[in-house]
């Protein structure tokens, strides 16, 4: 522990997810209009694969009714940018990136995120690209994020923890997603 607090000096109250500093400017508003204003890619997907099935096997088997779940992720091709500079630098390393959005209503069971074989050493972040509000949860091992500001911007203690979200509120949830690997 004392190893992340020396790692990570900004580390926020309880919450295990590492505090890595705040990239506010970095918001780029008419991506997150974009975003606020169209419909990005939804998910859960209607047909699963065999990787995701123990995934989805294990909310149906706790009676998640896997239709009235959602959220949806946004890409280049979502936002209409070919390229997109990161808050963060990867330096040598492979990076991928997306936006997240729920709507008010929407959840994102607990889950862990499944990486190809071929990626390794695999960091992962979340940033806020907009202040908490009501009903905005975010869900990271034992602990819930909250109190977070716009440009936030965390580190997940394990690139495969368990996470998910919810929107209980009455305004879109945002979020940016990095995942830094070999």
Known sequence: FLYLL??????????IMMYIGNYKSWIDTEIIN????????R???????????????KWTNAGI????????????????????????????RKYKWWFSKLNPGDILPLHVD???????NVQRFWMACQDHQPGHIFYNGDEALNNYKAGDLFEFPAADSWHGAANLGFEPKISFQILFYD
Do not use: A, Q
């Open 34 to 41: 974009t975003i606020l204003t169209t419909s990005g890619e």
């Open 65 to 92: 009714d896997l239709k009235k779940i959602g959220w949806e992720f946004f890409y280049n091709e979502h936002i209409h940018r070919p390229h997109i500079e990161l808050p963060i630098h990867p330096g040598n």
């Open 43 to 57: 998910r859960p997907f209607s047909v699963v694969s065999e990787k995701e099935m123990p995934t989805y096997n």
């Open 6 to 15: 020396r790692r990570y000096p900004y580390y926020k109250g309880n919450c």
């Open 114 to 120: 499944l990486y190809p074989e071929t990626m390794s």
